[in-house]
Structures are given as structure tokens and as C-alpha cells.
């Protein structure tokens, strides 16, 4: 197996950091990024994507005390610790270090330059992305900044309620569970050492005066539009009488627009699937207010279309989250309360959850969801619509007969939405660096024979195998969008016959159900190979049949 670089690793030849070779201003800048981001290792003496040293490599101590020593000279506010020589069973040695996240400070070179760490790429900061980590850091404190109300003086009930849902979780040990009272509530950070609860702890257990008294605390309007974009019902949740789980079950109970139901046929029987699956709900109300940044002003907006929900919250992705990572990037905004909502079992895990809310959208055939994101908001829409009722009806056969990972249900829900899909754009939709990571997603699905491919290389395509669904008789219309090559060039042979000589876009037209570049990738082949005949250039090309001699 072979390991590659990611958002916490960063692996370096022994020649980036020894001799004349050495890039020691570089691995500074991985350092930078690091320390902004959430922290890492730098494994100095083995190559990205290898498995161990070069046989029989060595390491002298003096030279990588030397290195670390450099490194700290050529950073601020960097925290480097456990540098570490080890012995591979190769024989070969390499080392390794630690960089701390910052808190409070932005960790820079002594240039004067910022970075963050972005999957696994070290990233420039600056302007409005400087902007946005100066107050990620103030944010990052803001749970644990204490308040002027003594734990005494807490909501006794709430008080009550948090220490007994901790102790009810499934997801809590016992080892936390069989801690006293004032120790579960110092574990989350709720209270100070002298017993003063903290913003976090006014949060959980205060009163509605005391949350109040916050500078941001959580609030929600929630808005429901008719067809014609006119508000028909609006609901507020301004009065901080609720924690945030209070909340949440509130709002839940209340959007009733998000529990509607679609009826579709299923065989002989009628079928009632949710326009919104509520882990999704779920999963992005808790995402709203977890991720919400306490230090600026914003209402979170929940608004209700015939067609789609949209939900939106102040201050925008974490810094190194974007739309095009968020499937498989971490936050740390606000960590003691994702924690918390974790450890009560009222979120998936402890980031982001997102690989939660495409499963489920993927398993119910319905659209991934959009992401968009500013310095002062993110929003994500979800639509209600089913993609293909045949598609869930495949995903349902499946869903009986397979046992899958969450990673295999995503992947086969794309694939089965778009019926064909290319391994290029199949990475990009799984939001993956590099196309050799597609086989982790892909699991046991070509194995099974759920999905097999066409093509080789970047120009390989996915889709699932008709022989599968014929014997499971789900009564499937066959599509022109799967079509094998040589059918399409005998199609587009007939088409020629037919209508004689064409535009390709007269072709395209005619043939409206297979995607337009197969088409043209079939035409161009057929020339080459002297099937077709090209006349013209290249605006007014047409094709016709050749002659059979």
C-alpha cells in the first residue's frame, strides 16, 4: 500500500532538507500552512506515494536537530515538536516532526508571508482569505471565553438535561459518563475551573436572559415561498429560550414544509419518498449552527421553495474548506461545540457531515447538493426532486440484495443518476485530487458486478451493468445515453443513410438522447477510419456516408 500526502502529512525526499539541494525556505512554507490550518507531520526521508526510505538511508541526529533548528528561525508563531529518528525494517531511517495548530496567532514566515494547508497543498493567504483567518482565530476562542454568571445561577433544568443526555449517549464511554457532575461539564467546556460557565456553557445551560446577554447568540428565521416567489409563511426563533438542542428539535418539528412526501409507483403498489431526507435536514441544521461564526452578527435563514430548501448561515466556510473539498475536508470552527453535538448523538461526526447528506441523496436518487460560499455566508441548496424513478428503483434492488460501504453508495448514486459517467468527471463530482483515489470510492462495486466500464485510462466511463438488472426483471427502459460505441456508429450509420449528408450538429439533433460528445467522438472515428467522409471547413463541415467500393 502506498502512502500519499494530505491535509495533516507531507512527505519530503531526504534532499529537500540535507545538502545542496536543500529547499529549507520551502518546507518553512509547509510549516506556515500547517500551523493555520489544523496542524501536521513532515516525514522528512520518504518520497509521496512511496511506502518506506531508500534502503539503508541514514540520518544523523546533529544534522536533524540542525534542520528543526533552521525551520523555527525561519517561521513565527510556529510550534515545531517530537522530532523523532525511526528505523524502518528496510533499514532505511527517516525522521519526523510535528507542527502545532495556532489558536490565537497567524503563523507566518519570517518573510512575512501566510500560508494554509488545503488537502494536502500549502496555499498563499491574502486580502480577504487574511481577513477570514484573522477571524477564524478569534472565533476559534469564542467558546471558551468566560461569562459573568456562575454556574449556580445556570438554568437548573437545562443543567439537569445536558448531564443526563450525556450520560443516555451511545456515543459517550464510560469512562467520561462515570466523571461527576462539574467534570462532564469542564470535559465539554462549559465551565470554568472557579465554576463560571463559558459562552459555550451559557449556550447549553443558560437562561434565556443569560443567552440574551451573548454578543451573537443563535438565531433563525425560517421562510416558505409559493410559486411565484411570494412569502406565504415566515416563523422566528429570536427569544434565546432555547439550547441548541431545544432548537434544533424545535425548528424540526415546526418546518413542516420539509417533511412533504412525493408519491411514485413501485410495480404493482404506490410508494411515498420524502422530498427531503431528515438526516439531511438534520445534518445541515446542526452543520448551520456548529459552524456558525459567534463573533459577527447573522440570523440563519432556512427558506422553502416549491422545488428546493436553501439554508444559509453568517460567515463562510473555514478557511481551507471549500465547496470543491468540503466532501472530504475536516473543520475546526467552534470545536468544543461540534464535540458536543456529537457526543449527544444529534450530528454524524465531528466535521462537516457532508459525506452523510450525499449519501443519503445519493441513495434516494435525488441531486448532490450545491454550495456556495462567501467571506460572510454559506449557503447550501437542496432539491426535492427525484432524478429518474427508475434510478431509485435500482438503487432500492440494490439496497436489498448488497451490502455497501457509504463511500460505494455515493459513487453509485452518481453514476446511476447520470447513467454514464467518465472517470474524469466522476472525479470531480467525488471532489478528488487524484483520479487513482477513484478506486477507494469504487470500492466492491466492479467486483459485484454492479458497475462495469468502458474505455481506458482518463477516457474510461462508468455505468451500471445492464446484465444485472435484466435478471433482476426491474422492468428497466433501456436509454441511448449507455449505448456501446460500435451501436452508435451503426446509428449514426442509418441516420447518414436516411437524411444524407449533414452538419454534425443536423446529426446531433436527430440523435438527441446520446450525449452530443459521443456523437462527436464516434464521427471523428468513423472519419479516420474512412467509414465517413468530411467535406468543408471547419464552421460548415458536413459528413456523409463513403462509397463501399
Not at 205 to 213: D, L, V
Not at 439 to 457: A, D, F, Y
Not at 521 to 533: C, D, F, H, T
Amino acid at each position: 500500500m502506498e502512502f500519499y500526502e494530505d491535509k495533516n502529512i507531507e512527505y519530503k525526499r531526504i534532499d529537500k532538507l540535507f545538502g545542496k539541494k536543500a529547499v529549507l525556505s520551502d518546507i518553512a512554507e509547509e510549516c506556515v500552512a500547517f500551523a493555520n490550518a489544523q496542524g501536521g507531520w513532515i516525514i522528512a526521508g520518504i518520497s509521496d506515494g512511496k511506502t518506506e526510505p531508500p534502503p539503508y538511508q541514514k540520518i544523523d541526529p546533529d544534522e536533524m536537530n540542525k534542520v528543526v533548528s533552521r525551520l523555527r528561525s525561519l517561521t513565527d508563531s510556529v510550534g515545531f515538536v517530537n522530532p523523532e529518528i525511526i528505523t524502518h525494517e528496510n533499514s532505511g531511517q527517516f525522521f519526523k516532526f510535528r507542527i502545532l495548530p495556532t489558536s490565537r496567532t497567524i503563523a507566518t514566515t519570517t518573510s512575512g508571508k501566510v500560508f494554509i494547508r488545503i488537502t494536502d497543498k500549502c496555499m498563499p493567504v491574502s486580502g480577504e482569505d487574511l481577513t477570514s483567518l484573522a477571524a477564524d482565530k478569534n472565533a476559534f476562542q469564542w467558546e471558551l471565553v468566560p461569562t459573568k454568571t456562575s454556574l449556580n445561577n445556570a438554568d437548573e433544568k437545562a443543567k439537569t438535561e445536558f448531564l443526563n443526555d450525556i450520560r443516555n449517549s451511545p456515543k459517550i464511554s464510560d469512562f467520561i459518563k462515570n466523571k461527576d457532575n462539574n467534570e462532564i461539564l469542564s470535559y465539554y467546556q462549559l465551565i470554568t475551573e472557579d465554576g463560571i460557565l463559558t459562552n459555550l456553557g451559557v449556550l447549553w445551560m443558560g437562561t434565556p436572559a443569560q443567552r440574551a446577554r451573548l454578543a451573537y447568540p443563535i438565531t433563525v428565521q425560517y421562510i416558505v415561498y409559493n410559486t411565484n416567489g411570494e412569502k406565504i409563511r415566515k416563523t422566528d426563533w429570536h427569544f434565546h429560550q432555547f439550547s441548541p438542542k431545544q432548537l434544533l428539535l424545535n425548528i424540526e418539528k415546526n418546518a413542516i414544509e420539509l417533511t412533504y412526501t412525493t408519491e411514485i409507483s413501485d410495480g404493482l403498489f404506490r410508494k411515498q419518498i420524502r422530498n427531503y431526507p431528515k438526516e439531511v435536514i438534520r445534518e445541515l441544521l446542526v452543520n448551520a449552527m456548529a459552524h456558525k461564526r459567534f463573533t459577527i452578527s447573522g440570523d440563519i435563514f432556512i427558506e422553502v421553495y416549491p422545488d428546493k430548501f436553501v439554508i444559509t448561515s453568517p460567515g463562510g466556510l473555514p478557511l481551507g474548506i471549500t465547496e470543491h473539498n468540503i466532501l472530504h475536508e475536516r473543520s475546526r470552527r467552534n470545536p468544543h461545540l461540534i464535540q458536543t453535538f456529537h457526543d449527544l448523538d444529534l450530528m454524524e461526526g465531528e466535521g462537516s457531515g457532508y459525506d452523510l447528506v450525499y449519501e443519503k441523496l445519493a441513495r434516494d436518487g435525488k441531486q448532490l447538493p450545491i454550495v456556495e460560499s462567501s467571506i460572510t455566508k454559506v449557503a447550501v441548496t437542496v432539491f426535492s426532486g427525484i432524478v429518474d424513478n427508475e434510478v431509485l428503483s435500482i438503487l432500492d434492488y440494490i439496497d436489498k440484495h448488497f451490502q455497501l460501504t457509504q463511500k460505494e453508495y455515493i459513487t453509485l448514486g452518481i453514476i446511476a443518476t447520470e447513467h454514464k459517467i467518465l472517470t474524469t468527471q466522476l472525479s470531480d463530482r467525488l471532489q478528488l485530487t487524484s483520479q487513482d483515489r477513484i478506486r477507494t470510492w469504487m470500492g466492491s462495486l466492479q467486483e459485484k458486478r454492479i458497475i462495469i466500464t468502458r474505455g481506458v485510462k482518463k477516457g474510461t466511463e462508468y455505468l451500471l451493468n445492464p446484465e444485472l438488472f435484466a435478471s433482476a426483471k426491474l422492468g428497466i427502459i433501456p436509454t441511448l445515453k449507455t449505448i456501446e460505441p460500435f451501436k452508435l456508429e451503426a446509428l449514426i450509420e442509418e441516420d447518414l443513410k436516411y437524411n444524407g449528408e449533414s452538419k454534425m450538429s443536423d446529426v446531433q439533433n436527430r440523435i438527441k438522447e446520446v450525449p452530443r460528445e459521443d456523437i462527436q467522438k464516434a464521427v471523428y472515428r468513423m472519419v479516420e477510419r474512412g467509414n465517413i467522409i468530411a467535406f468543408g471547413g471547419k464552421r460548415n463541415r458536413t459528413y456523409c456516408l463513403a462509397k463501399k467500393k
